[in-house]
């Protein structure tokens, strides 16, 4: 079983629709990990059913028992993050505030203080429309922790991949640098690296690489939209060149790729076109990449 993360270091490079394509043509093959916990919307496409949900719990939280509580202020004057204010004459914690550092649990002389274990999500395994199993996950709105989250995303999809003898695992990475993204990349065999011409792209793309070099994983990289900004495409290829990363396509800029997506279906499933050939190329040489070792860049 192999791992393949696609990752892009910034948002809309087209990086959730080409995974997705790819999860449709690896069919019962593979299993799907969206990683983009924080703002995941894989499921769109691939429109899971939902199969199975569990609460996500991490990190804790201050909690005042207002019967023990004689309100002397003391927990309010040692929080540093003011995430306790008063609120109709009684001393409570803002959720969203909180760090869960304990100080005032510690400093309470009525132990009124509990740290409470915080429910920041949910996480889901689904079967998907090309008969393959997902495994996805949804952060609460202010909560954090997510590279927690896409470490139990990642966990969860390996088990079923093991247990199931699937060939590969997809995984939509998170966006940026950040603790999900190093997440995300935690154990793959392949990253592949979505970009597209643009000034931010590609400074985005050398600063993912940077941490997929960390990780010694071989990459290969999809230019998406490479006709819009040639020479911004050739800057991009010249930075392949020279870290020795493999060029796997260009794809033209196609609005066939939107009309798709607003259908709520992939490029795959949205009639013959070239750039559904051309997505269908990329797929099959990333498969030949990951059985023959010989054409794998590896990062130094
Ligand atoms: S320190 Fe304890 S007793 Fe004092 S206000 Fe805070 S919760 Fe209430
Ligand atoms: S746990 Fe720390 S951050 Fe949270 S309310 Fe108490 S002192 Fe403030």
Redesign the pocket.
């Known amino acids: 079983m192999k791992e393949i993360v696609v990752i892009s270091g910034k948002g809309g490079t087209g990086k959730t629709s080409i995974t997705a394509s790819f999860a449709i043509l690896g069919g019962k093959n593979i299993v799907v990990a969206d990683c983009d916990v924080d703002a995941a919307d894989m499921h769109l496409l691939l429109q899971p059913d939902w199969n199975f949900s569990e609460d996500f719990f991490s990190g804790v ?2 909690e005042i028992d207002q019967d023990k509580c004689i309100k002397c202020g003391k ?1 309010a004057d ?4 003011n ?2 204010p008063i609120v109709e004459k009684k001393y409570v ?1 803002n959720d969203l ?9 510690h400093v309470c002389p009525r132990d009124a ?1 509990s ?1 409470i274990e915080q429910n920041v999500g949910k996480w889901f395994i689904s079967n998907t429309k090309a008969e393959n199993h997902m495994v996805h996950a949804a952060l609460k709105i202010g909560a954090d922790n997510s590279g927690k989250l896409v470490a139990k995303v990642k966990k969860e999809a390996k088990q079923i991949a093991v247990s199931e003898e699937k060939a590969f695992i997809i995984v939509d990475g998170s966006p940026g640098i950040g603790c999900p993204v190093v997440s995300s990349l935690s154990g793959a065999d392949y990253a592949i690296l979505v970009t597209e011409p643009s000034v931010s792209g590609i400074h985005d793309l050398k600063r993912v690489y940077e941490l997929v070099k960390k990780f010694k994983i071989p990459a290969a990289c999809i230019i998406n939209k490479a006709d819009i900004n040639t020479d911004v495409t050739a800057q991009i290829k010249a930075f392949l060149d020279e870290e020795n990363i493999i060029h796997l396509v260009d794809l033209p800029y196609d609005e066939t790729f939107t009309k798709a997506m607003t259908a709520g279906k992939t490029i795959i499933e949205f009639g013959e076109s070239e750039m559904k050939k051309l997505v269908e190329n990329s797929w099959r040489k990333i498969k030949e990449l990951l059985t023959d070792k010989q054409k794998r860049s590896s990062p130094s």
């Open positions: 939280a201050a927990c040692v929080c540093r993050f995430a306790i914690v505030n909180c760090e869960g550092c304990g100080f005032c649990f203080i740290m």
